[in-house]
């Protein structure tokens, strides 16, 4: 039973959130303090993490969230500008739900994160690409640039993949939405330029070769698939 942490000041928020994932068969812990948020994290598989806290901005357990843990997060909040929801995702936020919300929609967008972010059973093992410079394992959910292991959140895992799936076909923000995010997101597509952004940055120097931009109508992966030998 997956655990889903709720970081949350409004106490009726947090026990609506709880009653409609228990559900649906979640396990929930709840807190509205961002400091005992931090003491739970290893006991939970993703977090619905409220802003606006009154100990700790909720940017800043972004942050150590991303720091201390491999956790999927979803935030939840009233900041409901483009430019607060960009930033969200730029320091690593999963997704993004405004306030008012519906419970029953802040389910299903933790049942796709969780759905993206689990691990398959392990296959035949890595596929590189452009003579192994780049190698993405879909069993272990692990990718390698130059041998080294990049450290990428559930969402930017999901968009090396999802271009990796086809080398050269370009796919529009539209697709990457809909194949990343398991669900059609209105909106969500102006912020994906905010994950290739992050992704690129974790690829080094030659991040925009291997994820390519192609004007006007999405991305792509630069590298061609090796042949086995």
Do not use: C
């Not at 606006?52 to 901005?57: A, E, H, T, V």
């Not at 419970?103 to 003579?131: F, I, K, M, T, W």
């Not at 991040?207 to 698939?225: N, P």
């Amino acid at each position: 039973m997956p655990t889903v942490l709720i970081v949350e000041d409004e106490r009726d928020i947090r026990e609506l959130l709880r009653r409609y994932l228990e559900r649906a068969g979640f396990f929930a812990l709840t807190t509205g303090s961002g400091a005992e948020a931090l003491t739970l994290l290893s006991a939970a598989d993703l977090v619905v993490l409220d802003l606006g806290l009154p100990d700790i901005d909720g940017t800043d357990i972004l942050r150590e969230i991303h720091r201390l843990a491999t956790l999927p997060v979803i935030v939840l909040t009233a900041r409901s500008s483009t430019e607060d929801r960009i930033h969200g995702l730029e320091l690593g936020a999963d997704d993004y739900v405004t306030k008012p919300f519906s419970p029953a929609e802040v389910v299903l967008r933790v049942q796709a994160v969780l759905h993206r972010y689990s691990g398959v059973p392990a296959d035949a093992g890595p596929v590189s690409y452009g003579d192994r410079r780049l190698r993405i394992d879909e069993g272990t959910h692990r990718a390698w640039l130059d041998d080294v292991v990049l450290d990428l959140t559930p969402t930017e895992w999901g968009l090396l993949a999802a271009v990796a799936t086809a080398p050269g076909r370009v796919y529009s923000r539209y697709e990457l939405v809909n194949r990343v995010r398991g669900y059609e997101y209105a909106g969500y597509e102006r912020t994906i330029d905010s994950h290739i952004k992050n992704l690129r940055r974790k690829l080094g120097a030659t991040g925009a070769d291997v994820v390519q931009t192609v004007l006007g109508v999405g991305y792509r992966l630069g590298l061609t698939q090796d042949v086995p030998s």
